[in-house]
């Protein structure tokens, strides 16, 4: 059966409703009128059951079109409002359109109304998918970020599980085992100089384990991070990086209070991580600048290097998995990272996020630090040439 159209009409005139009603039905049009002459009516038929399209006389005895397009556009701004009416100059008209009236049709050309009934009718309906479409597209975009900020607190928390399981029960056994052997070497006889040769062996091979056990649990999550906060965090990783690659690691603050706000910590912390392996894989650098430093209620990390510089293409390239990850995490946090560089002078990585408690500023400031600002890029640039 055909789907029967809703109407609404604000129309004093019994005769002229009826021409309206014939002119529809001469189109083929199946539909349900109801008609109003009043606003209390008017609002009561709007709350009552939206309509799907209201058909409007201009000029009425108690009331009037403009009262009656403002209370639709207000109570029910996605239903299509089209003026029927004797006489509608065109400055009027336009003024209606212009106001949010749908149509216009000028009871002499009621042939026209059919026509612009279906027309609205099929306008009101794309915008309706339209938004709804908008609205999906909102709704998977946060159910993105929610799973997005899960599976990074998933993966910290089982990161930081496994680092301490490692560092305390696998530390803790092979240091039984040390001091087991260092018993068992005590009673061994002085002649038995192999055996002893062994257990001396055996010991230093525990020592290097126990390195080892030390060194993963630390990769997994630093317990610093954790204990002295980030700027005791990447201190320690700035001193890492220059020792095991050589390149000179320079690190400056200006924060006299430790921050130990936990995804602020581990965001900065894991940016940095990803920014150095890029310095030791991408940049063939000889010295890198680290400068964390508060601005306006926003931690800021800028790490430069005097490398090879990053392109534009490869800064905007879609595949670049890590500097969209970079992004995604200081994104979480209603953060950024800018990512800038120029040919054979470096490249420029700042992590900007915003600390709901904004670390004091050390007055005194830290010795080392030069600036509290970032340079522009070419400043920074001309500060810093190649070698
Ligand atoms: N410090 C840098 N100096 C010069 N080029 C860089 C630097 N950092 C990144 N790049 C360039 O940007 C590209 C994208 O970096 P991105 O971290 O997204 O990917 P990747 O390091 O190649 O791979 P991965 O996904 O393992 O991180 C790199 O391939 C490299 O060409
Ligand atoms: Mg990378």
Known sequence: MKKQIQILMVEDDPADAELVKYALRKDGLAFIIERVETSEDFLRAMAADAPDVILSDYALPTFDGYSAL?????????????????????????????????????????????????????????????????????????????LSVYLQHVREEERMRISRAVHDELGQALTGLKIDLSWLSSRLPKQMNP????????????????????????????????????????????????????????????????????????????????????????????????????????????????????????????????????????????????IQGAPKTGTKVTISIPCTAPPRTNKRHNENSYSRRPRSSTAWAEANPRR
């Open 70 to 146: 403002a209370l639709a556009q207000k109570m029910l701004p996605d239903v299509p409002f089209i003026f029927v009416t004797g006489t509608l100059g065109e400055e009027v008209a336009i003024e209606t359109l212009k106001n949010g009236a749908t149509d216009y049709v000028l009871k002499l050309r009621l042939s026209r109304l059919a026509p612009a009934v279906h027309r609205a009718l099929r306008e009101a309906k794309e915008r309706t998918e339209r938004k709804q479409a908008v609205e999906q597209l909102r709704q998977s975009h946060e159910q993105l970020r929610a």
């Open 195 to 338: 055996l002893l040769e062994k257990t001396r062996s055996m010991s230093s091979h525990i020592d290097e384990t126990i390195q080892t056990v030390r060194r993963i649990s630390t990769e997994l999550r630093p317990g610093i991070l954790d204990h002295l906060g980030l700027v005791a965090a990447i201190e320690w990783q700035a001193n890492e990086f220059q020792t095991r690659t050589g390149i000179q690691c320079r690190f400056a603050h200006a924060l006299d209070r430790t921050i130990l706000d936990e995804n602020l910590n581990t965001a900065f912390f894991r940016i940095f991580q990803e920014t150095l392996t890029n310095i030791i894989r991408h940049a063939n650098a000889t010295r890198v600048e680290v400068d964390l430093y508060d601005e306006e209620g926003h931690l800021i990390l800028e790490i430069r290097d005097n490398g090879r510089g990053i392109t534009r293409q490869q800064i905007f390239n879609m595949k670049s998995i890590g500097l969209l990850g970079m992004r995604e995490r200081a994104g979480l946090l209603g953060g950024e990272v800018r």
